[in-house]
């Protein structure tokens, strides 16, 4: 899992090179772009995601200690905030999309170049990442599942252990995505 | 990934400590995007991140508790992308 994890980092750490490079070239642009994104709902997304890592940590304490019925708890607790986390992009991406900001729109084609840059790789990032967190809620699913048929136990909790580890993945690449595009100067 | 051993289990107030911890480095990137501090905004917020980072990886994902390989091959992973970043940006400082 660890080797799969080390792949991810470099994935989007090649999606990170290229936006370092054009921030570089376009810092004022970039600094502009930023300040259309809606910092409240960022702020407010990587809340979620952080107490949802923190639900996924303690469900798999909850398993070791044979704590069933919490671990569930803990479980689902923590696909309600992937929800709420997508729901929010939803209404984020919308908002930018009404305001005519998206990949060949007219307002970007027609405008400064690094604008179009800076949005592209929004795009491009939060809808990688936002991918990631759906394929993250179907790997929690499995394990609650898992937890619910007995698959899953204190003896042997992989499953778990390794869907946890995705999660927090997801996570960790929210943590460097929101400053950097939400908080530019 | 298989682990015979027994697994270090943490307790939900240490994970409870590590999140009011995260969530206050949050609180504090925020704020600090406020304060114009010129060339410093980047390294700041980074800074910031690379600590939170830092406390999911060693805590809830117990990079701590874990055994050598992944230790080190993490880190390996690490500094590989410590190297494609730094020689982007040689090439890209200097041309």
């Known amino acids: 899992m660890w080797l799969f994890l080390y792949s991810e980092i470099i994935l989007f750490g090649g999606l990170f090179v290229l936006y370092a490079v054009y921030f570089h070239n376009h810092a004022q ?4 772009g930023g300040k259309e994104l809606n910092r409240v709902i960022g702020a407010l997304n990587t809340i979620v995601l952080l107490v949802s890592s923190f639900t996924v ?3 798999i304490t909850a398993i070791q200690r044979e704590k069933k ?13 992937g929800v709420i986390f997508l729901v929010n992009k939803y209404f984020e ?7 005519d900001i998206y990949p060949n729109s007219a307002t970007l084609q027609d405008g400064a170049p ?3 840059i800076f949005f592209g790789l929004y795009y491009v990032i939060t809808g990688l990442h936002g991918l990631h967190v759906i394929i993250g809620m179907v790997l929690l699913s499995i394990s609650l599942a898992m937890i619910l048929r007995n698959r899953i136990t204190a003896a042997r909790f992989s499953m778990l252990e390794n869907s946890g580890l995705y999660w927090h993945l997801v996570d960790l690449i929210w943590i460097f995505v929101f400053p950097l595009f939400y908080l530019v100067l | 990934m298989e682990k015979a051993e ?8 240490q994970l409870a400590l590590v999140l009011g911890l995260l969530l206050i480095l949050t609180g504090l990137t925020v704020a600090v995007s406020y304060v114009h ?3 410093w905004n980047v390294p700041v917020a980074l800074s910031i991140a690379s600590l939170k980072a830092s406390l999911v990886l060693l805590f809830f994902m117990h990079l701590k508790y874990e055994g050598r390989v992944i230790r080190y091959s993490f880190i390996s992973t690490v ?7 730094g020689f982007t940006f040689w090439d890209v400082a200097f041309r």
């Open chain 1, 29 to 32: 642009y970039f600094a502009e």
């Open chain 1, 57 to 59: 940590a303690a469900s």
């Open chain 1, 69 to 81: 019925g919490q671990a569930i708890g803990l479980l689902l607790f923590s696909l309600f905030c």
């Open chain 1, 93 to 99: 991406w919308g908002a930018k999309i009404h305001h």
């Open chain 1, 114 to 116: 690094g604008l179009n």
């Open chain 2, 6 to 13: 027994k697994p270090h289990v943490l307790g939900y107030g």
């Open chain 2, 37 to 39: 501090l010129g060339f």
């Open chain 2, 79 to 85: 500094l590989f992308l410590a190297v494609m970043i």
